[in-house]
């Protein structure tokens, strides 16, 4: 759509924070098909998907599958506010631990101790 950020990602990326007006409807089409989308809403509620789908409130997650883009429909009385978030998939290992995600249990053991004796990013954790 034009507009670069000023954060650059190892893969491209895309990031869109949006409104839609009451009664406004819209088409992403232009989601890659090789890359993993989700969308977040943030407030009011709205119609993902084709036109007489069930309305989705605020802080729920859709997950788009590849090629499909989004469609969306506000038909409330409020504006809908979500972000749309993609990517191309990296395609490496994930371990997870509560929240702590990396690539190997050595390093979910290692943050896991930097978390616990706050140090290497975790200094300011005790007063979290």
Not at 24 to 40: H, R, T
Not at 49 to 54: C, D, E, V, W
Not at 62 to 83: A, D, I, K
Request: negative net charge; charged residues 15%; aromatic residues 12%.
């Amino acid at each position: 759509m034009g507009v670069h950020s000023p954060v650059y990602t190892r893969t491209p990326t895309m990031y869109l924070d949006l409104t839609l007006k009451t009664r406004a409807q819209c088409l992403f089409g232009f989601i890659p098909e090789s890359w993993n989308a989700f969308v977040y809403t943030i407030d009011g509620e709205g119609m993902f998907g084709i036109p007489n789908s069930s309305p989705v409130a605020a802080h729920h997650a859709l997950l788009l599958g590849p090629g499909e883009g989004l469609s969306v429909w506000n038909r409330s009385s409020r504006p809908l506010r979500f972000v749309l978030i993609g990517g191309q998939p990296l395609n490496e290992p994930v371990v997870q631990y509560g929240p702590f995600v990396m690539n190997t249990q050595a390093e979910i053991d290692q943050t896991v101790e930097d978390y616990h004796y706050a140090k290497n990013g975790f200094e300011m954790a005790r007063h979290w």
